[in-house]
């Protein structure tokens, strides 16, 4: 598969503050990636840069293979990217109509069957003005105005945020769909009981730096906590294995992440004389927990 | 569409400076008498005002709505108003929260700030005109005849050198972000010279004397001279006034695609 979405060494500074550390990612056609990290990680900074909204203070980085740091290339890129921000403001001085008007000028590939069934679906009220409608109506139509774009990729940043649970499975019941029909999809989230639901692939960025870049197929099936019970004392540097991401010890319990290689870790562990080795699976968010906490 | 929204967003201001308009136009015209006959006494009177602007103002109609519109204050009141349409763009949607939707757009940051200014000059054009359909009506109300024309030909002199007013309101906003914060440093930025400009000028001209710097008189290039032609139009202030709007629009640009929103 094609990569979608590259970037390489990709750093942004707000003065002193270095918002994103290079950052190297790849996602690639027809996935639904997540972008996960937590508030202040550096994701928005990272979305921002990939539409050219914001400007990186080094590093490179392409969507589609054009470049983002070209305002030229820049322009093709949003003719082939629908983007929903965080912050789901609209031009409250227009209607619904109007900026469903306003915003399909702009896009030839224009999906009116998916703005009509999104329009019925979401309860819109068409001549209703913007800022009559309420925060989860206003997030409903900013996700609208982004589905219905026919692009090839999809950025959400926070999709769901403001939105009531029947909402928010609309909402993931549409991703899955477009990502169905060959929409590759690239969405941060806070919600991670939502990524696990629809994405294949996971990226997690803390400080401005990527610290899991997995399919959730490797997560489900790869990942796994380890604990082991030793009758002699031992060290950190005992278990520094292959596929061991970061081990607590607590007298004589050893607690750890494995990422990979869980059989040959097991067997190392036991052959250090491990009373009793339990090898259990592992979510996402004790991995993201977990990935936080190591820092 | 982009011309859509930026009308949407400025169209009360528009609609302000359409009544601003109409007011000053219609109340020196309801004016003109009462000063006509004020002066007429004053020449009477032989230790009253003798000045030879009078005596136009007097018999010369055209004159009287130079001097007192595209002279003085609908200058001043459409330069205020183009300011005022100048101002916005992605600058202030930034403070919305709208920036990011219009951002993710396939439209380029300075096809924005052009469109901005492409209604900015269109709303003070339409200013303009209206001012000329005042001045049209409110003239036939108080029986005074003028030249439709030379009317005309001032109308287009204040739009085409008030474009630097409009390049620089806008210019003004991107750097310093806020109705209020922007319009005030604009009036104090363009204001200041203008006035200053203005009046010593005037002084200069009553001397015989012409500074280098009269070409940066713009209050004097937008009226121009009462008597308007081709070969009395000011086209090297109009050349001046045009490289400076040019050098101001430039300088947005610049500014703003370099800009993290």
């Known amino acids: ?295 | 569409m982009l011309l859509y929204k930026a009308w949407i967003e400025t169209r009360v201001r528009f609609v302000a400076g359409l009544i601003a308009a109409a007011i000053i136009c219609t109340f020196y015209m309801e004016q003109h008498a009462w000063l006509v006959r004020w002066w007429a006494a004053e020449m009477q009177n032989p230790h009253g005002d003798h000045g030879k602007e009078m005596l136009l103002g007097i018999h010369e109609y055209g004159w009287y709505l130079w001097h007192y519109l595209y002279d003085n204050y609908l200058q001043q009141v459409w330069s205020l108003f183009a300011i005022l349409f100048a101002f916005g763009g992605l600058i202030r949607e930034r403070s919305d929260g709208t920036v990011l939707f219009s951002l993710g757009l396939p439209v380029s940051r300075r096809r924005w700030l052009f469109t901005r200014l492409a209604v900015a000059l269109l709303e003070s054009i339409a200013l303009s005109l209206f001012a000329v359909f005042v001045v049209v009506i409110g003239s036939a109300v108080i029986h005074q005849t003028f030249s439709l024309s030379q009317v005309l030909l001032h109308t287009a002199l204040m739009v085409a050198a008030g474009v630097f007013v409009i390049a620089f309101g806008n210019l003004c906003y991107t750097l310093f972000p806020g109705n209020y914060l922007s319009l005030l440093l604009t009036l104090v930025l363009l204001g200041a010279p203008y006035l200053w400009l203005q009046t010593y000028m005037q002084h200069m001209r009553d001397l015989g004397r012409t500074p280098w710097f009269r070409y940066l008189d713009f209050s004097h290039t937008m009226a121009g001279p009462w008597h308007l032609s081709w070969s009395s139009t000011p086209w090297v202030s109009l050349l001046v006034a045009w490289t400076l709007t040019a050098a101001l629009i430039a300088a947005t640009v610049a500014h703003g695609d370099r800009l993290d929103y």
């Open chain 1, 1 to 295: 598969m094609a990569a979608v979405i590259e970037t390489t060494e990709l750093k942004k500074n707000y003065g002193n503050h270095e918002a994103v550390r290079g950052l190297n990612l790849s996602v690639q056609a027809g996935s639904v990636c997540a972008f996960l990290g937590q508030n202040g990680a550096g994701k928005s900074s990272t979305i921002k840069m990939l539409l050219g909204m914001i400007h990186p203070t080094s590093g490179q980085g392409s969507i589609f293979g054009h470049r983002i740091d070209k305002e030229r290339e820049s322009l093709l890129i949003r003719q082939k990217v629908a983007f929903v921000a965080e912050d789901k403001r609209l031009y409250d001085y227009m209607s619904v109509s109007q900026i469903i008007r306003f915003t399909k000028s702009f896009f030839p590939r224009w999906n009116h069957t998916l703005e009509t069934y999104l329009l019925e679906r979401f309860e819109l009220p068409p001549e209703r003005k913007i800022r009559q409608l309420s925060k989860g109506m206003r997030t409903k139509l900013a996700l609208l105005l982004g589905f219905a774009r026919g692009c090839e990729l999809l950025i959400l940043d926070e999709p769901t945020e403001g939105l009531d649970p029947v909402a928010i499975e609309d909402v993931l019941q549409i991703v899955v769909s477009l990502a169905a029909q060959g929409t590759t999809v690239f969405f941060s989230s806070h919600q991670i009981a939502e990524v696990e639901q629809v994405a294949d692939h996971v990226l997690m960025i803390d400080r401005g730096q990527l610290v899991l870049n997995a399919s959730m197929y490797d997560v489900q099936e790869e990942y796994r906590q380890i604990q082991a019970v030793f009758t002699d004392p031992v060290e950190e540097r005992d278990l520094r294995l292959p596929g061991v991401e970061r081990v607590k010890i607590e007298g004589r319990i050893a607690s750890f992440v494995a990422s990979r290689n869980v059989d040959a870790i097991v067997e190392h562990v036991r052959m250090l004389h491990a009373g009793s080795v339990d090898v259990l699976p592992i979510s996402l968010k004790e991995i993201f927990l977990d990935k936080v906490k190591a820092r």
